[in-house]
Nanobody, 128 residues
Framework: EVQVVESGGGLVQAGGSLVLSCNAS????????ITWSRQAPGKEREAISC????????YYPDAMRRRFRISANFVQKMVYLQIDDLRPEDTAVYYC?????????????????????WGKGTLVTVSS
């Protein structure tokens, strides 16, 4: 059974940094991508970054390049998202998802290519 579990959310002060973790397990496919997305209250879910296994190619939408950084432990299938200079508008539920057989930056395009599995999300609340 595939499981995707996010952790690391919580209440943080504006200006700080936070690292979220995603653990994906229960599958043996070698070609896949892990995507971090978020959904703020009243807004659509948006992709933040994704990383493709096994080669480690990382992708970001232009708006997410400056304060977000994705990294991975390829052996443990752990993916991390570092968020710097947190702002109140970063308050959202942060989701991790798995896409099998990704192509180029398809892992950023949920609406076009879809995701195979989703975690339940972890809430990040940024106080001003």
């Amino acid at each position: 059974e595939v499981q995707v579990v996010e952790s690391g959310g919580g209440l943080v002060q504006a200006g700080g940094s936070l690292v979220l973790s995603c653990n994906a397990s229960g599958f043996t496919r070698s070609e896949y991508a892990i995507t971090w997305s978020r959904q703020a209250p009243g807004k659509e879910r948006e992709a933040i970054s994704c990383i493709r296994f096994p080669r480690g190619y990382a992708y970001y939408p232009d708006a997410m390049r400056r304060r977000f950084r994705i990294s991975a432990n390829f052996v443990q299938k752990m993916v991390y998202l570092q968020i710097d200079d947190l702002r109140p508008e970063d308050t959202a539920v942060y989701y991790c998802s798995v896409q099998f057989n990704p192509y180029d930056n398809s892992c950023l395009e949920e609406k076009v290519y879809g995701m195979d599995y989703w975690g339940k999300g972890t809430l990040v609340t940024v106080s001003s």
